[in-house]
């Protein structure tokens, strides 16, 4: 995300809320420590990562062991 210090986004504002409209969001910073971020009104408010696949998979009961025994020669330099 790129960041923009207070003069210059006072003087390429209208460029960049045009960057923003269109999903390029940005940070405005004061003596470079970030102070405010810019994003278009319909953007999402954050990516809704956790659970998306809620029952679209099963996860077996047994996955912490799974290819435990070739894992296990593996480390032991069997072949």
């Known amino acids: 995300m790129n960041t923009f210090n207070i003069h210059e986004a006072k003087t390429h504002l209208s460029r960049l809320i045009e960057k923003a ?3 390029e969001s940005f940070l405005i910073a004061k003596a470079g420590k970030p102070l ?5 009104v319909n953007a999402p408010s954050s990516p809704k990562r956790l659970g998306f696949m809620l029952n679209e998979i099963k996860v077996p009961e047994d996955f912490d062991q799974m ?3 070739y894992i296990e020669k593996l480390m032991s330099g069997e072949k």
Do not use: F, Q
Not at 36 to 40: D, E, G, P, Q, R
């Open 21 to 23: 409209s269109k999903g």
């Open 36 to 40: 405010v971020k810019v994003t278009a």
């Open 67 to 69: 290819g435990g025994d």
